[in-house]
C-alpha cells in the first residue's frame, strides 16, 4: 500500500509538470504540425500541407521557411554544421 502511495504522488507531480510546459504561440494556426525542432530562439514547424516554418523570437511570430517549395508535407528536420534541412515524403530536403 506504501508503493502504491508512493507511485500515486510521483505520477501525479510527473503530469502536472509535464502539461506547465507547454505555451500558445501564434502560430503556425489551423494546420497540423508533424515535426518540431528548437535551437535557442529558433523554432522550426513542419506542416501537414503548407511546408515549413521558422520562428526567430521563440514563437511570437511565424513565416513561411519552405525554400520556394510550394505546400508538401515536412517530416522532421535535422542540422548539420549551422544548416538546417527539412525532409519531405517524397525525399525532397530543404
Not at 514547424?45 to 511570430?61: H, I, M, P, Q, Y
Not at 513561411?64 to 530536403?93: C, M, Q, T, W
Amino acid at each position: 500500500m506504501k508503493l502504491f502511495a508512493i507511485f500515486l504522488i510521483i505520477t501525479t507531480f510527473a503530469i502536472s509538470t509535464a502539461n506547465s510546459q507547454w505555451v500558445q504561440t501564434s502560430g503556425p494556426g489551423g494546420i497540423d504540425i508533424n515535426a518540431l525542432y528548437k535551437s535557442g530562439s529558433l523554432i522550426l514547424a513542419g506542416t501537414d500541407a503548407l511546408g515549413a516554418f521558422r520562428s526567430t523570437n521563440s514563437g511570437a511570430t511565424w513565416f513561411s521557411a519552405s525554400g520556394g517549395i510550394e505546400g508538401g508535407r515536412v517530416k522532421s528536420f535535422a542540422e548539420l554544421n549551422g544548416d538546417f534541412y527539412a525532409a519531405y515524403p517524397d525525399h525532397r530536403v530543404i
